[in-house]
């Protein structure tokens, strides 16, 4: 069973739905033009706007593509474009994190 989206996701999606509508304004493309170099239906399109929940992570980054704001969104999510990632950038980090009162022969 799916725990509720959480208020704070619901707006970013909200608004992340929004500044894609907003861009493809910018960029002077209907919907069905964003389709068409997406690869996905003007439906994918109109939801991303409408509920963008329920579209997939791929297909938002094929949209994103598109819109030509696919490089700026991956560098966003760039660690090292943060002062924790570049402090931590030297550390190896661990194949795993775990919680310190899991036990691996559980």
Same mark, same amino acid.
């Given at each position: 069973?799916?725990? $509720?989206?959480? $208020? ?21 493309? !209907?919907?069905?033009?964003?389709? @068409? ?6 439906? !994918?399109?109109?939801?991303?706007? !409408? #509920? ?18 696919? @490089? $700026?969104?991956?560098?966003?999510? #760039? $660690?090292?474009? !943060? @002062? ?19 036990? #691996? #022969?559980?």
């Amino acid at each position: 069973m799916a725990t $509720p989206t959480p $208020p704070s996701v619901g707006r970013a999606a909200r608004e992340i739905g929004a500044h894609f509508v907003t861009w493809r304004k910018l960029r002077g493309l !209907t919907v069905g033009q964003v389709a @068409d170099r997406a690869g996905v239906s003007v439906n !994918t399109v109109s939801r991303l706007a !409408t #509920d963008p929940g329920s579209v997939s992570l791929e297909n938002t980054l094929r949209i994103a593509r598109a819109l030509g704001i696919l @490089d $700026p969104l991956v560098a966003a999510a #760039d $660690p090292l474009s !943060t @002062d924790i990632g570049r402090l931590r950038a030297g550390e190896r980090l661990p194949q795993r994190v775990r919680h310190p009162n899991v036990r #691996d #022969d559980a």
